[in-house]
């Protein structure tokens, strides 16, 4: 089974109240073969919310990273609790593997911006992300969420239907 972020599948749980449709998203969605999690809902956060950031690891406190609204309040703990909960969901299924919003401060895998709201990126993982991978979860961003790279968690009848639908 495999985990999507729950924009990537269509569903207007972003920030600024839109998706981050991916058709491969949705269509492993549509036919069972991935569960949609958004960490930041499942942490509290309303739709739409203010756009938040992670501040670079050398501002951590106790090993935590702090994640910021762009008005200066502190969120971290509803993104660790959102984390958390995502991670319930992944465990409870039996989840191995998830695609998720890069540059996202829950689901980044490759990339987050840097806490200045300036539009930087900066290599690093999103809370989310991160604590999935240090559970054993392989983690891939949406970049990566095509055909070949998804191919191997599809049950074995709906590969060649997901090869007819996505041609590579």
Do not use: H
């Not at 839109?18 to 509290?44: K, T």
């Amino acid at each position: 089974m495999i985990l999507v972020s729950s924009c990537l599948a269509g569903f207007a749980v972003r920030y600024d109240g839109a998706d981050a449709r991916n058709e491969i998203a949705q269509w492993l969605v549509e036919r069972g073969q991935a569960i949609s999690a958004c960490p930041e809902i499942l942490g509290g956060f309303g739709i739409p919310r203010p756009p938040a950031e992670i501040r670079g690891s050398d501002q951590s406190v106790q090993g935590r990273r702090r994640v910021f609204e762009c008005s200066g309040g502190e969120v971290s703990d509803a993104y660790e609790l959102g984390a958390r909960r995502a991670l319930d969901i992944v465990k409870r299924n039996g989840i191995t593997v998830a695609f998720l919003k890069d540059r996202s401060p829950s689901c980044g895998v490759d990339l987050i911006y840097d806490g200045s709201f300036r539009g930087v990126k900066i290599a690093g993982m999103g809370i989310a992300a991160k604590l999935f991978a240090d559970n054993g979860v392989k983690v891939f961003p949406d970049t990566r969420l095509d055909v070949r790279t998804v191919l191997p968690y599809v049950d074995a009848e709906l590969r060649g239907d997901l090869e007819r639908s996505f041609p590579y």
